[in-house]
C-alpha cells in the first residue's frame, strides 16, 4: 500500500506541474485573440452614434490605446491577484457571471450528460450484446445519426415540435418569469434551490424547462457514449476471466450483467470527462437556441459586445474547467487501475 | 531507370495492398463504406455539377422577369419552397454543397499541411521542442474546439474578405492538435523500430529518413482520421454559420446560416426553410462519419486492436472522438 | 473486481464536488411581489448595460430608468413636448446661455430621502465625474455647470446658447438621483437594487443580469407620470425573437416590445389571441455615401443613387408594412419636416432620370459599388434590406454593387474611414429635429466620418441652434433638409413604427404608442 500512495502522490504531483505553463499559455492565447481584433468596447457601445474623437477619448481614458505588451502586463498582474476583473459593457464582475451563468450552464450539462449516458448505454449494451444482429445494426446507424445531427439543428425541430406544433413544453429559460421572479436564491442551480425551499410547484416548472434543451444536448452527445460502450462490451466478452466464467457453466444472462457489463462501464469515466470540452462546446448552442442564460449563452451576447474583460474570464473559465476535469479523470483512472501510472 | 520503374512497382503494390482490405471487407463494414461513400458521393457530384443540377442561382430571386413568392410553400416549381429572400430553398442546398465541401476541403488541406510535419519533426526529435510543442498543442486541445473557431473567425473576418477562407482558418486550427497528436504518437513508436534504427546506423540524414521511412508508415493513419474530421469540420462550420460567423451571407449558400434564419421561421410554423438545409447537414455528416468509420475498420487493423487512446504523460486526456477509433 | 466500491468512492466525491462548487454563494436582494395576477410581464430583446443612469446610453437600460427614475421634465402619456416632471418649470435668460428650473416641493425618493436641488446638481456632477465609456456624458457636453438657489431652484450655465436645453432635461443623462446613495464618481452595480432609487413608478426589486428584472410600485411615487395601474412589472430578456415569439404565444409573457423579425411580425398578427399594437416611430435608417472615396465622391453617383433607391419595396417586401418610405432625415410627423428627397429625386425610383445624371457627368457605367452592412446589430433583416438594394441597383444596369459586412464592433470602429458606403441606423436622444441634423450633417460633430463639409449647412446649423422662436428654428431646419438632400451625402430611406405585441387580456399599449417612443409600463392594465 505504501508504494502505491507514494507513486500516486509523485504522479499527482508531476501532472499539477504541468498544469502552470499551460495554464499560462491558455491565457496568453486568449489575450491575444482578443486584442488582435479591430474594434474595441468603446466603438462597439458608441459607434454610430459619437464623433470619433470621443470615441478616440474615452478609449484613451480607459487604457485601450495602449501598447499590447502594457495591455498584457496588467492583464497578467490582475489575473495573478485573482482578480478576473469586470465587465465593461455592464460592469458586472466575471466571478459573478461565473457563479450565476455557470450554474445553469452545470444545470444543463449535468442533466444532459445523464441522458447522453442512459442512451448511450441503453443503445450500446443492446449493441455490444447482440453483436451484428440487425438491433446492432439499428443502434450502430442510431449513434452515427445522432452524433451528425447538428445541436441547433435538433434544437429548431424540437422547437418546431414541441412548442409550435403541439405547445407541450416550454422553449426557452430556466424557469417562467414568475417563478423566476419569486425563486429565493441559495445556489443559483435552480432545481436545487426549489428543492431547498421545498417549493415543488417551482421545481415542476424548472423541470419543464430542462426537458428540451437537456434532451438535445443529452441525445446528440449520447451518440459518442453508444460507439464506445458497445465497443467495450464487445471486448470484454471476448475477456479470458468472462470465457472462464462460461466455463464453469455460469449461465450466459449472469455472465454478461454480471461481469461484461460492469467493466465496460470502467472507461467510461474517462470518457465523460473526454466529452466535456465537446459537451461546453454543445452548450454554447442550445444555450443559444434555448435561451439559457448559461456561460455560453453570456459569451455569445459579450462577444458581440467586444467585452474583453468577460470574454476572457469566460473563456479561461471553459478552459480551466476543461484542465481541471482532464486532471480528475487521470487521477480516477490511476486511483482505479495502477496501471495507467507510467 | 530501373531504380525508377523498381520505386513505381514499388508503389503500386503499396497501393493495391492497401485497397485489399476494402475489397475484403465483408458484413457491416462493407455497408457501412458503401453507403458512406455513396452518399458523400451525391453531395461530391452536386458541389460540382451545381450549375447544371441546381435549378437557379443561389441568390436568384425572379426568373424571366417573375419574381418568386417570399416564403412559399413547397410545390412544383419550388420542390423546397422559398425563404424570406425570395429565393429557392433547394438551390441553396445544391450550391450550399459546394460552399460545405470547398470550406472542409481546405481545411483539412491546411491541417494536413500544418499538423503532420509539426508531428513529424516533433516526435522524431523529440527533446525540448517536443515538449514545448506538446504543451501547447495541449493548450489549444483545452479550449472547446468550437470556442476556439468562433473567436479565430471573430478575430479573421475583420481583415480577410474571402468568409470560405476565414471558416476554413477558424477550422484548421482546431483541427491542427489533433493531426499533431496522432502524428507525434505514432512516429515515437515507429522511431526505435528495426529499419529505422538500421537507417540511422547506416548514415541516413535524419529528413531523410523522416520522408522515406516514417512518413509512409504514418501518413497511413491519416486517411481515416481525415474522413472522420471532414465529418467534424461540417458540423463547425455549420455551427459557425449558425451563429452568424464564417461564410458571409452574400458570398455563398452556407447550411447552417439558413438554417439561422430559419429559427424565426419555424416559430411561426414555416418548416421547409430549416427542415432541408438540416437534413442536408446530417446527411453529409452521416456519409462522412460512415465512410470514416468504414474505413477505419477495414483499412486499419492496428487501430481496431488498440484500446482508448492513453495519452503521453503530462498531457492532458483530451482525445476527441474521432480519435477513438473503434470498430 | 475492486471496481465497484471504488467507482462509488467516486461518485461521493463527485457529488461532493459540485455541492463545493455551489455553496457559499451569497442570495441576491429580493422582495416578493405583491400580487402576480396584476403583474405585467414583459419580454425584449433589448440588453441592459447599467440601470444607474450614469452608466447607460441605450435603449434597454433606458427602458428600466423610465420606470425606475424622473427628470425635471418628462413626457406624460399624451404629450409630445417637454412636461414638467420634477420641476414645475423652466425657463431661459435672454442670452439662451442659462436656464432656471423650480423644482417640486414634498417629493420623495423610493427611500423615503426627500428631493432637493442638491440632488439634481448631484445627478449632472456625477455624470460628468464618471464620463462613463458610454459616453453618456456627451450629451450634457454643453453644460458649465449647476447652481443652486436655496432648496427648489436650479440654475444650468450653459457653455453656448441653446434653445433646445429643454430636451436636454428629458434624455439619460439628466435623470434625477438620489445624492445621499449614489457615489459621485461610481456608477451603482446593476444587483445592487437596494441602492438603486428614484422618484419614479416603480421600485427595481431583483436584477438579474440578462435574464430578468422585476420591478414593484414605488410607495412614495407622486404620480406626476400618471398613476401606476398594475401590480409591478417583469421584464424578461430573451436573444433570440424566435424564443420570445414562442413564449409570448404559450402565455409565458403577457406582451413582447423589441423587437421581433419581420416574419415573425405578420405572423403574430395573424395569430388569434395576440394584437400587434403600431404607433408612429422615430427610429430611421440610411445609407451613408462617403464623399471623400470614389466613386461616391462624385455627385452625380450619388444622385443617381438617390434616384434608383427601392424605399417602397423595402417597406412593403422586407418590413411587410411596418415602416414606411423617408424622404428625409428628419421623420415624417415631427415639427419641421420635408419631403425633401421625394422633392428632389421623386417618390418612386426611376431609372431614366439615374442614367441621364450619370451621362450628363460623363460616368462611365456600371458603376461599380461596394456597399456594406452589420448583419446583428439591426436586427435579421438587414440582409434581406441590403439584398433588396443591390437587386434594386443592379437591375438599372448602371451600377454593379458587391455586399461587404462586418461584425458590429468592427463595423462601428470603421464606418467612413474606410467604407465608402455603407448601412446606419439612427435612434434620436431626444425627438426633434435638431437631433437628425447636427449629428450628421454639421462638420463639428458628424460621428459618420463620410467626410461631408459645407459651409452652407454649418452656417445653418449654427443658427438653428441659437434661434429665438420655434417659427424661425423650423423654417432654418426645413432650408437644411433640401441641402441635405441635394448634396445627398446621406440617403434616409425607411422610417420604423413603434410596435408593440400584446396578448388579448393586456390593455393599454396602443396609448403609450407615441413619437416619444417611450414604453410607459405603468399605464398598462392585465384583466
Redesign the interface.
Known sequence: MGTQSSSLKRYAL??LA?VV??VF??LT?VFL??R?????????????????A??KA?SH??GYDKPVYVQYGHYLGQIVRGNFGTT?????SVG??I???G?AT?ELT?FAMIIAIIVGMLVGLVSGRFR?SPL??GG?LFG??V???????LG??A??VF???L?WL????QA???T???M??????FF?DAIIDGNWSAFWDIVKHLILPATTLGIVYGG?FI??IR?NVI?TLKEDYIEAARARGINERSVVYHHAF??AL??V???V???L??L???A??TE????W?GLG?????Y????DYAA?QGI?VV??LV??AA??V??F?NA??DPR?R? | MATAAVRLQRRTVGIRRALAPIAEARGMARTMLWVGTGLTLVFVLLAIFAPILSPYGFDQYQSGGHRFAQLAHPSHSHLFGTTVQSTDVLSRIVWGAQTELEVVGLALAFGLVIGVPLGLVSGYFGGALDRGTVLFMDAMFAFPPLLLAIVIAFLLGGSVNSGVLVAALAITITYVPQYFRVVRNHVISVREEPYVEAARALGAKPFTILRRYVFFNVVQNVPVIATLNAADAVLTLTALGFLGYGVQPSQGAEWGYDVSRAVSDAASGIWWTGLFPGLAIVLLVTGLTLLGEGLNETINPVLRRRTIARVDFGAPSLEPPSEILEP | MHVRPRLRHLAVLGLAGLALAVVGVTAAQSKPLHSTASTIIDGTTDTVTNVDPAGNYDYGSATVDLLVYQHLLDYPEGHRSPTPSLATGCTANAAQTAWTCTLKKGVKFSNGDPFTSADVKWSFDRVNAIKDPSGIYGLISNLKDVTTNGDYSVTFNLKTPQSTWPFILTTGAATIVDHKVYPADKIVANTDTKNLVGTGPYVLSKFTPGQQAVFTPNPNYDGSLGSVKNGGVIINYYSKSSTMKLALQQGTIDMAFRDFTPTEYAALGKTSGITVFKGSGVVIRYLVLNVKRPPTNNLAVRKAIAYLFPRQDIASRIYHGNVQPLYSMVPAGLPGHVNAFGELYGLAPSTAKAKAVLKAAHVKTPVKLTVWWTPSHYGDASADEYTEIQRALNASKLFKVTLKSAEWATYSKTLGTQYGAFQLGWFPDYVDAEDYLVPFYASGSNFTSNGYKSAKMDALLHQEQGAKSTAQRLSIVQQAQMIAAKDAPIIPYWQGAMLAVGRSDIHGIQGTLDPTYLMRFWEITKS
Not at chain 1, 429565493?184 to 442551480?189: E, G, V, Y
Not at chain 1, 462577444?303 to 467586444?306: E, F, G, I, S
Request: a positive charge; glycine letters at 6%.
Open positions: 508531476t501532472r504541468l505553463p499551460m499559455i491558455l492565447l485573440l482578443m488582435v481584433a479591430p474594434g474595441n468596447p468603446v466603438s462597439a457601445a458608441l459607434g454610430g452614434h459619437a464623433p470619433p470621443v470615441i474615452i481614458q480607459l465593461i459593457s455592464d460592469r458586472r459573478s457571471i457563479l450565476v451563468n450554474a452545470l449535468f451484428d446492432d445494426t450502430r452515427i445519426v452524433y451528425a445531427t447538428p445541436v441547433f439543428f429548431l425541430l422547437q418546431l412548442g409550435t406544433w405547445n416550454p422553449t426557452s429559460d417562467s418569469p414568475i423566476q421572479a419569486l429565493k436564491t441559495h445556489t443559483n442551480i436545487l459518442v460507439r464506445l465497443v471486448r460492469r467493466n470502467v472507461p469515466i474517462t470518457v470527462g473526454l466529452q470540452a465537446l461546453l462546446g454543445g454554447i448552442l443559444t437556441t434555448f435561451n442564460p449563452h453570456e459569451l455569445y451576447v462577444l458581440q459586445n467586444r470574454v473563456v471553459f478552459a476543461v484542465v482532464s486532471i479523470i487521470d480516477a486511483f482505479i495507467v507510467y
